[in-house]
């Protein structure tokens, strides 16, 4: 037992109602739903998973006459190599380096086992009904960081983050906002970055941004104690030169925003962007990089009143596990918690409910300051890492935190042993489980669960394509690299089941693109050294046209209305109690 005050993942611990949920899988019929139904209901206690679903086509892109990206400006414009067909469609990739398009979201409801309930789409607008004043959110479909889930801090909605615009924009997810222009930024176009949430009856709300022009959200989380009504948010900004405008180094990384109280026609502009967090590598002692890119952040979540989040890609800063300081003398710009970059929260510490007021005096050379975020301690600190690529990120108490790492997105092909050499040679992509060393006062990565993910083996997929992709000259065929946004629980038995969305590698224009696998793990909470027997099994494989995106719990659970697991078993019939991987 670790005393208070000397845990890793510090601040005021949650408690057992909301850590150790005990859920039930409901007999429910699988059916299919849109937003304005009025018999929508997510049962507490199940998943909720978040996949893109591409509209095809071919005419929306003409190879060798459409110029890329749309009212380019030269020199920015390029001419389309492929028609709008999927998935040939993201060879574009090769010319233009913003290609994307965007796409319907659907959510579904699963057991714990992965078999669905029923399916409710996010408005947009091939939907009948839905006018451009109508409220509405689409995803980039090969934007692999997108629709995150995650369940409000009160467990009565789960958020996301999308984009104000119509299915089959062209290079949205590196469009600017709308208050945030960049003329250094060859995709010209304008949209708010939206914040949805949906609740226990299916019902949307969703809330205007002008934070990540240039760049994408990854995820929200709904801060409603106490009246703050927030969200802090996680993403990227920048798609041009230097100098960047303001906007684009305020509006990256950590963000926050107040949530709307109107439908998105009567929204007024929100202004901002409104920065939550700063990070800088100068903290660790390093030469400064590229302003506003040490904040490329995506995983996201908030344990024990502490914000923490990921960063994994990109060309500058480290991929690491972060966290935002509150309890910093923001006056000096040294965060109590993390006087040289690096520490531990606060066991005082407390969630902002308002944006880290900055000097925008010093932008232009050093970002948002003072700096209020830290790396979690024993946690990487190497500046672009070609081993460290974080992504989704869950407690599972105190003194144990689970990490998503994406594997390194590296296609190498070898035809003798048909893999993907550089994806099957990874020994730290896939689940990594962390716990705090009282000795040293700082994580320690225990070991990486990898079995059963099968990292670097292609894998078939109904109606996708076979043989090699003409323009990069790989095999279509994916293969798992890793893993993406997590959910888990502790069971009552000791131990936690793990639910991932898998990453890919492939020969395709763009990987983010491939159809990817929903998995689940269970493991030995207390185990400090690799278990035997444990391993991932598939609950969900993406058809072709799909990409699985996000996993969370369904909306209200955790408030005493879940269903008890122990009375059949939190994976349904058939299976052992509270342990789902013997799942078919």
């Not at 996949?51 to 890329?68: E, H, K, S």
């Not at 798992?480 to 020969?507: C, F, K, P």
């Not at 879940?562 to 789902?580: N, Q």
Request: aromatic share 8%; charged share 15%.
């Amino acid at each position: 037992m670790i005393a208070e005050g000397s845990r890793l993942f510090a601040g005021r611990p949650l408690s057992k109602s909301v850590v150790a949920l005990t859920l039930l899988s409901t007999a429910l019929a699988s059916s299919f739903a849109h937003a304005d139904d009025d018999d929508v209901h997510f049962r507490p206690g199940h998943l909720l998973l978040s996949r893109a679903v591409f509209v095809n086509d071919a005419d929306t892109i003409t190879p060798g006459v459409t110029q890329l990206p749309p009212n380019c400006v030269s020199p920015n414009c390029v001419t389309a190599i492929a028609d709008g067909t999927y998935p040939t469609v993201f060879n574009n990739d090769g010319v233009d380096g913003s290609f994307g398009l965007t796409a319907r979201i659907l959510l579904d409801e699963l057991r714990l086992d992965g078999r669905q309930l029923q399916s409710l789409e996010v408005p947009n607008s091939t939907q009948r009904g839905i006018s451009q004043s109508k409220d509405q959110m689409v995803t980039s479909f090969s934007s692999k960081s997108e629709l995150a889930l995650n369940l409000s801090l009160d467990h009565r909605n789960v958020t996301f983050m999308g984009y104000l615009a119509p299915i089959g924009a062209i290079d949205v997810s590196n469009s600017n906002t709308p208050d945030v222009i960049d003329p250094t930024n060859p995709v010209p176009n304008a949209y708010y970055r939206l914040v949805a949430e949906v609740d226990e009856n299916g019902h949307f709300h969703f809330t205007k941004m002008n934070a990540y022009s240039g760049n994408n959200g990854r995820a929200a989380i709904f801060n409603d104690r106490h009246g703050a009504g927030v969200f802090y948010t996680s993403g990227n900004a920048g798609n041009g030169g230097n100098p960047q405008p303001a906007g684009v180094i305020t509006g990256a990384g950590m963000q926050i925003a107040t949530e709307a109280d109107a439908p998105l026609a009567r929204q007024p502009d929100p202004g901002g962007p409104f920065p939550l967090g700063s990070f800088n590598i100068t903290e660790l002692g390093q030469k400064a990089d590229k302003v506003g890119k040490d904040t490329n952040f995506r995983g996201l979540t908030v344990f024990g009143n502490v914000i923490y989040t990921t960063k994994g890609s990109g060309g500058n800063g480290v991929n690491t596990v972060y966290f935002v300081d509150t309890t910093g003398n923001a006056a000096n710009g040294n965060p109590k918690a993390c006087p040289n970059g690096v520490g531990v929260p606060d066991p005082s510490a407390s969630l902002p409910t308002m944006q880290i007021f900055f000097d925008g005096s010093k932008l232009a050379t050093q970002g948002v300051t003072p700096y209020n975020m830290c790396v979690l301690s024993g946690f990487p600190t190497a500046l672009k890492s070609a081993t460290a690529f974080p992504f989704g990120i869950w407690f599972a108490d105190a003194n144990t935190l689970y990490v998503a790492d994406e594997g390194n997105g590296t296609a190498t092909f070898d035809p003798a042993s048909n893999t993907y050499s550089a994806a099957k040679a990874q020994t730290t992509a896939g689940l990594q489980k962390w716990v705090f060393d009282s000795a040293a006062g700082a994580g320690k990565q225990v070991y990486t669960l990898q079995a059963g993910l099968d990292l670097g083996v292609p894998y078939t997929v109904p109606g996708y394509p076979s043989g090699n992709n003409v323009a990069t000259g790989k095999p279509w065929s994916p293969a798992t690299d890793g893993l993406r946004n997590i959910a888990g629980r502790v069971n009552r038995d000791g131990t936690v089941t793990i639910w991932a969305i898998t990453s890919t590698v492939s020969g395709s224009g763009d990987q983010g693109a491939d159809p990817n696998k929903l998995v689940v793990i269970t493991d030995t909470l207390s185990a400090t050294a690799l278990p035997p027997g444990g391993s991932f099994v598939t609950l969900r494989s993406a058809k072709s046209g799909e990409a699985l995106r996000g996993v969370s719990f369904t909306p209200g659970t955790g408030l005493g209305r879940d269903e008890e697991a122990h009375e059949r078993g939190a994976c349904g019939r058939g299976h052992r109690d509270d342990d789902c991987s013997d799942s078919d």
